[in-house]
């Protein structure tokens, strides 16, 4: 039994940095201690506690990057391990207000078309659909809300349908251009993120590399088309 972390990356602590804590000077420590993604470590395992969950796994620091066999392993894995999650925290890091926004809002959302920017990332799409319990956090980590109780209004930013939002993908029998169409919008960090962010959705699985750019979107519909027989991913 688990929680897991789902938000916007930020100046992030890394697995390297988080495990030799300890042993840095001060000023490099507290230097560390003072990013946003530090306190978002305190914070997201404040609730894992308080919610009676004895681990939380969090991508930013439980990943070490400089293994490229551990980041693979777990880019292939992600999916599952967001499904097998018993919740996930949601951390909505540009909201203010202790409510979830209902409303599309251009002025207080203006580089996201109005609505948080957590759902315009390329990785939350998967998160959003695989964890079967997804609990919502404004910037202070105030609850705003669950994906249950809000999958009509998640249903209106994400154009995702309210059964797949409620019960996951599994049983539907939705065309790979459909799937392809909640993603058109969304954006990542690299290139090649584009095709690691929906790997889980389309139950594929293969190795990454980093450096080749837009050959692994190309690769990830070779590899869709291979398992799926699906071609509606021609007309995305």
């Known amino acids: 039994r688990y929680a897991i972390l789902s938000h ?7 697995y390297k940095e988080i495990t030799g804590l300890a042993k840095m000077d001060e000023r490099r420590r507290e230097e560390v201690r003072n990013r946003p993604g530090y306190q978002k470590i305190i914070r997201s395992c404040e609730q894992a506690m308080k919610d009676g969950y004895e681990w939380l796994w969090i991508d ?13 392993e777990a880019i292939n894995s992600m ?8 919740v996930c925290y949601a951390h909505l890091n540009d909201v203010d207000d202790s409510t979830f926004p209902a409303e599309q809002n251009v002025d207080t959302f203006d580089k996201s078309d109005g609505w948080p920017e957590w759902f315009t990332r390329g990785w939350t799409l998967q998160e959003l659909i695989a964890s079967k319990q997804l609990e919502f956090f404004d910037k202070n980590w105030a609850p705003i809300g669950n994906k249950r109780k809000l999958a009509h209004v998640l249903g209106d930013i994400t154009t995702i349908p309210y059964d797949v939002l409620r019960n996951g993908l599994a049983g539907k029998r939705l065309s790979v251009a459909r799937i392809m169409s909640w993603a058109a919008r969304r954006k990542t960090t690299r290139v090649e993120d ?9 139950e594929v699985n293969m190795p990454m590399v980093y450096g080749e750019g837009k050959k692994a979107f190309q690769r990830l519909q070779l590899e869709i088309i291979r398992t799926s027989g699906d071609h509606s991913i021609f007309a995305w």
């Open 79 to 86: 999916y599952r391990w967001y499904q097998d999650a018993q």
């Open 60 to 72: 930013t620091c439980c990943i070490d990057k400089r293994s490229s066999a551990e980041l693979s």
């Open 8 to 14: 916007r990356w930020e100046v992030e602590v890394t």
């Open 194 to 202: 584009r095709a690691c962010s929906l790997m889980g959705l389309f």
